[in-house]
């Protein structure tokens, strides 16, 4: 099967939205635990301080296709300060 990007969407108060994607496809695969740091400051436009929504998923989030079966863990999703 096909590799699928694993990607974060925020959106806050005001219905503003970003999406940041794993830089390498194969994340979903990964046989071990990885840690993904992601800087707030990466999701442009989105206000931090107002975030209302998120959403963890895997392929184009534009784009689902249905079909994917699998197993992802998530776990100790934080917001700290740098």
């Known amino acids: ?3 699928a990007v694993v990607y974060v969407y925020l959106e806050d ?3 503003k939205s970003a999406v940041v994607s794993y830089p390498d496809s194969t ?3 990964a046989p071990v635990w990885l840690e ?3 800087p707030l400051s990466s999701f442009a436009g989105v206000n ?3 975030i209302k929504k998120m959403c ?3 392929g184009d989030r534009k784009n689902p296709v249905a079909g994917g079966a699998g197993l992802i863990y998530i776990d100790d999703i ?3 300060k740098p």
């Open 13 to 15: 108060s005001a219905g």
């Open 36 to 38: 993904w740091k992601i």
């Open 1 to 3: 099967s096909d590799a």
């Open 78 to 80: 934080r917001i700290i």
């Open 56 to 58: 963890i998923g895997v």
């Open 48 to 50: 931090a301080a107002k």
């Open 27 to 29: 994340l979903a695969y």
